[in-house]
């Protein structure tokens, strides 16, 4: 079955980066398009970065452009996400999501605070 695992999260200063990573498995991870998203406490969850099947093309939400990096690895089947220039408004849990043959799946969310 489809399986989307996120790690990477942790406690982190403003200013600092933290790397997400996604391992997936049960699908053939090449052939589909992937999203990071988040949930911040009180607040619907939004998208925050989606890559091509290739890698060739991304897009990102406003809040992140130009600090966070969406990446993909098809060998290992893991997707990334590099996030810079953190700020406390960054705090949320991060999603990896897909769609694959019209199901859609989604990891159980890795926790990302920015704090001093």
């Known amino acids: 079955q489809v399986q989307l695992v996120e790690s990477g999260g942790g406690l982190v200063q403003p200013g600092g980066s933290l790397r997400l990573s996604c391992a997936a498995s049960?699908?053939?991870?090449?052939?589909?398009?992937m999203n990071w998203y988040r949930q911040a406490p009180g607040k619907e969850r939004e998208l925050v970065a989606f890559?091509?099947?290739?890698?060739?093309?991304?897009k990102y939400a406003d809040s992140v452009k130009g600090r966070f990096t969406i990446s993909r690895s098809n060998a290992k089947n893991t997707l990334y996400l590099q996030m810079n220039s953190l700020k406390p408004e960054d705090t949320a849990v991060y999603y990896c999501?897909?769609?694959?043959?019209?199901?859609?799946?989604w990891g159980q969310g890795t926790q990302v605070t920015v704090s001093s």
């Open positions: 049960g699908f053939t991870f090449s052939s589909y398009a």
């Open positions: 890559i091509t099947i290739t890698g060739g093309s991304t």
């Open positions: 999501y897909t769609r694959v043959n019209g199901h859609v799946y």
